[in-house]
T-cell receptor, first 113, second 117 residues
Framework: NAGVTQTPKFQVLKTGQSMTLQCAQDMNHNSMYWYRQDPGMGLRLIYYSASEGTTDKGEVPNGYNVSRLNKREFSLRLESAAPSQTSVYFC????????????FGDGTRLSIL | AQKITQTQPGMFVQEKEAVTLDCTYDTSDPSYGLFWYKQPSSGEMIFLIYQGSYDQQNATEGRYSLNFQKARKSANLVISASQLGDSAMYFCAMREALTSNTGKLIFGQGTTLQVKP
């Protein structure tokens, strides 16, 4: 049972470089999400996709773009990385329904120098 | 406005004792769901327990239970018989019915629990 798979697990970038974080889920979930988690803080929603073909901004979308490639895959792109984007990034997915929990990937630890 | 508040940044509990982690929420939607997640030091997010706003009874899952007080808008997590493996950060989260088609969750800041041997 793979669940939600994120790649890479770790990455170091230089300021100004670009990078795409990959996320795939094998649970046939409609909705997918990207969060960032900074030290000592909760999760903040960057972007989400309620269904294949749709994407919407979350709480902290600036500096990021997303693509819902198909039902399984939801990628997050940093076009010009900044040190403020140093964080742990989590991808999650969930089926539709008030009582359905989100299932999380293991996270990507991203450092921008 | 903060919709989910976890007022205890850090807590300690003695092994085998019970501990309560506080969570208060704010919503005008009469239909909502509340979730608790555990994040151990290894970093993964683990779903623990769910409580619906219309559920008649407090949710329980093994050693986890929810002390749900709707009028006070609180949904405190109770861990009974604490184990060393319970040391982790715990997050409370809410989903409102109005946005349930998107599946969005609103997370609190988290509480770090340390279990002492």
């Amino acid at each position: 049972n793979a669940g939600v798979t994120q790649t890479p697990k770790f990455q170091v970038l230089k300021t100004g470089q670009s990078m795409t974080l990959q996320c795939a889920q094998d649970m046939n979930h409609n909705s997918m999400y990207w969060y960032r988690q900074d030290p000592g803080m909760g999760l903040r929603l960057i972007y989400y996709s309620a269904s294949e073909g749709t994407t919407d901004k979350g709480e902290v979308p600036n500096g990021y773009n997303v693509s819902r490639l198909n039902k399984r895959e939801f990628s997050l792109r940093l076009e010009s990385a900044a040190p403020s984007q140093t964080s742990v990034y989590f991808c999650a997915s969930s089926p539709t329904g008030l009582n359905q929990p989100q299932h999380f990937g293991d996270g990507t630890r991203l450092s921008i120098l | 406005a903060q919709k989910i508040t976890q007022t205890q940044p850090g807590m300690f509990v003695q092994e085998k004792e019970a501990v309560t982690l506080d969570c208060t929420y704010d919503t005008s939607d009469p239909s909502y769901g509340l979730f608790w997640y555990k994040q151990p030091s290894s970093g993964e997010m683990i779903f623990l327990i769910y409580q619906g706003s219309y559920d008649q009874q407090n949710a329980t899952e093994g050693r986890y239970s929810l002390n749900f007080q709707k009028a006070r808008k609180s949904a405190n997590l109770v861990i009974s018989a604490s184990q060393l493996g319970d040391s982790a950060m715990y997050f409370c989260a809410m989903r409102e019915a109005l946005t349930s088609n998107t599946g969005k969750l609103i997370f609190g800041q988290g509480t770090t629990l340390q279990v002492k041997p």
